[in-house]
């Protein structure tokens, strides 16, 4: 501010140096408020500066003190500088501008300078250069906050305030120039942290790559581990001196391996990619032997007459193959074995007699006996029970 526009804005600002009886609010940076009286503004020897005195209630008493323009909420310390203008004199909204101006309330210095031009045109020089001081304020605070957030490394983030202050300082002006080479620092700032990106997108994509090509690999080895061990237990099954028991646990193991295939075959899915229709194919040879599997369990229960567990494997085949034919052939039966009978059990207490084989029995005999057969003679004999006894009898 020139020395001709400072002292414009001392006369008018010394209207207020009457104190005012009635009570106000004065609010600090700090936030700490006081109801204050006899408050008076007093302009400092620069421009932007002064101090302001007013009194408040201490216990009983009251007391005064000063304080500089700095230590009052710049929003508290315009309102107070208003009430103390006198809102038809176009000076005294000059003076208001510039001290809005001074506090950083770009917004209220706008409008005041553009009242004070209003009511007095001969102001309009003075309104134009608050204008331009304005934006080169406004455009300050913008390449502030840019090198702020270059420092801070979001160079994007700042290329678009650099921009819109390139887009309306006057060119070759020192704010341009700063705008300028601060642009072509967050340029080559933002390029160098794409090319950084890039390489780590790159890596990533390749460590992702890596990763998904390893599990795949994993788990159909895992997969085809499960198939080969169920076909060897399904295998066993096939010989017909196999115990049911023992084909029992042995489908049970095949089943047990073919879930375990499904859910490997499931995860090595999730990263197939051109790989994909052979895990599919395998899935449904995986699924064909699941079910085939189930029915098997039910059948085998079925021939035990263990109906429940039967009936538990059929619906297990029926959810996962509801057109399955030999679900509804194995039902028939349970449903007809429940309706027959069970077998009776041989009678096991034995007879009071009990023949048992016959069979020849030869037994040397002394040869003056039976000369004519060589000094063997050939007899039938019968093994037989009577009560607790056994007994051999024969000719």
């Known amino acids: 501010m020139n020395a001709a526009r400072f002292a414009l804005f001392a006369a008018v600002v010394a209207v207020a140096l009457a104190p005012a009886a009635r009570g106000e609010e004065v609010v600090l940076r700090s936030g700490t408020r006081y109801d204050a009286t006899n408050v008076v503004l007093l302009p400092g020897d620069a421009p932007g500066t002064g101090r302001v005195r007013f009194s408040f209630a201490i216990g009983a008493g009251r007391g005064t003190v000063e304080l500089p323009y700095d230590r009052l909420d710049p929003a508290n310390l315009y309102g107070l500088a208003i009430a103390r203008t006198d809102p038809k004199d176009p000076k ?16 209220e210095a706008e409008t ?38 270059v420092k801070r490394g979001r160079s994007d983030l700042a290329l678009p305030r650099i921009q819109e202050v390139l887009a309306t300082a006057p060119a070759g002006s020192p704010i341009a120039e700063r705008a300028s080479g601060l642009l072509a620092l967050a340029s080559k700032v933002v390029e160098r ?6 390489a780590e997108d790159a890596a990533r994509a390749t460590a992702a790559a ?40 042995a ?31 395998r899935d449904r040879d995986a699924f064909a032997l699941l079910v085939a599997t189930h029915l098997d369990l039910a059948e085998l229960h079925r021939q035990g007459r263990r109906f429940d567990r039967a009936r538990d494997y059929l619906r297990a085949a029926q959810v ?3 057109e399955n034919p030999r679900i509804k052939e194995i039902h028939d039966r349970i449903e007809q074995d429940l309706r027959a009978p ?13 023949y048992g084989p016959v069979y020849p029995y030869a037994y040397p005999y002394p040869t003056h006996r039976a000369p004519a057969t060589g000094g063997v003679r050939t007899s039938t004999y019968y093994r037989g029970r009577w009560g607790g006894f056994r007994v051999v009898f024969g000719w």
Not at 119 to 133: N, Q, V
Not at 218 to 228: E, F, K, P, T
């Open 193 to 198: 942290d794409r090319a950084r990106r890039a």
């Open 92 to 107: 005294g909204q000059l003076a208001l501008a510039q001290f809005a101006r001074d506090r950083g309330l770009l917004g």
């Open 210 to 249: 890596n990763a998904a090509a390893a599990t795949f690999a994993s788990s159909l080895l895992r997969a085809d581990q499960a198939l080969d061990t169920a076909a060897k237990e399904r295998a066993r099954v096939a010989d017909p001196n196999l115990a049911a028991a023992t084909a029992q646990k």
């Open 320 to 322: 996962l193959d509801p």
């Open 112 to 149: 005041r300078y553009r009242r004070a031009a209003a009511m007095d045109p001969a102001l309009a020089p003075d309104r134009d250069a608050g204008l331009a001081a304005i934006a080169t304020q406004r455009a300050e605070a913008a390449l502030l906050a840019a090198e702020g957030e």
């Open 251 to 281: 489908l049970e193991t095949a089943e047990a391996r073919l879930r375990e295939a499904r859910r490997q075959l499931a995860i090595a899915l999730t990263v197939a990619g051109a790989q994909r229709p052979d895990v599919e194919a």
């Open 342 to 354: 069970p077998a009776q059990e041989p009678e096991t207490t034995p007879s009071p007699w009990w």
